[in-house]
């Protein structure tokens, strides 16, 4: 069949030798005369793929010994109600249960918004435990389309604090932290990388926790990634009740399986980890991304008919969002578009417009491919 340029925001693109090693492997992984899917959680080949896969990581990204990795499901969502439950915790075996305590979020776009919202919900039966946003772009702006600028965050008290959140890259806006925030070193800082894990080197060590889903840049759809500082995992007893399959220790003590894991999907990210680092890590990928994204937006500002709702040094590497000039033109560009097998390029339901997710796994050809078609519609629409 023809080429299929998948734009996808996630589930995504999946690079193809990691499709195409799964397929080989599918019905007899390892010899064992059984799927990846039948092998059970316990057994010594699962094993070695839990921990190989962890090692990669350890390596793609230089995480540090005193940093769990932990493999759990519900999706990256979950995690707007386990950051509040467990770091709220680590913060009241810190200073105490009765002391007043404050949660910090900047909001720059949907699911920075949907996580403060989730710990504003949770914080309403908890007299002693305030929910502060930092900076919320959409109140400052209008919209969401820029990080806001130093001088316009308000952080909370440090001795107060549990942890500050932040969403790294925003995939339904396309706004992207240039820079990891500075906060005070001796509040945890929580990044939610979902849509930019992996994509670029990032210095664990400025972090308490960070997660993310591994249906946009590591694999399927089905487990989340989260890697957190041993000294943030507490006892279940300690702090505010938290469910069992929502408690870090409990999943950190039983090496993210004390029930049965998602473990197609860790064989899969295990696999594209192998794939990365034959890729030459992540300062090689970031260069890649780099000039992916640099040509995307240079057309974006080159062609009349297109432009980028993103503020220039706001702007996500992973997921390029823009507008044409009328919606008349946005719906012709979109039909044009799946003509030509350019799928899935369609803006999330809530904004419109559209959106071009360039992952990891999307091929520079691609990318080649549609200026090429925004540079033949910017002709046709211009006489």
Known sequence: MEPVYNFGAGPAKIPESVLKRAQVELLNYGNTGMSVMELSHRSKPFGEILARTKSNLRQLMDIPDNYDILFMQGGATTQFSAIFYNLLAAKQVAVGEDKDLVVDYFVTGSWSNKACQEAERLSQDLS???????????????KYGQ?????????SDPEQTAYVYYCDNETVHGV??????????????????SSNFLSR????KKFGVIYGGAQKNLGPAGVTLVIIRKDLIVDLTKGPLRPLMLD???LADNDSMYNTPPT????????TLEWLLEQGGLKEIQVVNNRKADKLYEAIDRLSLFKSPV?????????????????????????????R???????HRSVGGVRASIYNAMPEEHINKLIEYMEEFQKQHST
Do not use: C, H
């Open 147 to 155: 990080v806001p600028s130093q001088d316009q965050w308000q952080l």
């Open 201 to 204: 080197p990032v210095d664990v």
């Open 311 to 339: 503020q220039a040094d706001s702007r996500s590497k992973m997921n390029v969002v823009f507008n044409l000039t009328t919606p008349e033109l946005e719906k012709e560009f979109l039909k044009g578009g799946e003509e």
């Open 341 to 347: 097998n350019m799928v899935q390029l369609k803006g």
């Open 128 to 142: 002693n435990v305030r929910v502060n946003r930092v900076a919320d772009a959409k109140k400052l702006t209008g």
């Open 264 to 271: 197609f999907a860790i064989y899969m990210v295990g696999l």
């Open 176 to 193: 992207e932290f240039p820079n990891v925030p500075e906060v005070d070193p001796r509040v945890p800082l929580v990044a939610d990388m």
């Open 248 to 250: 870090y220790k409990t």
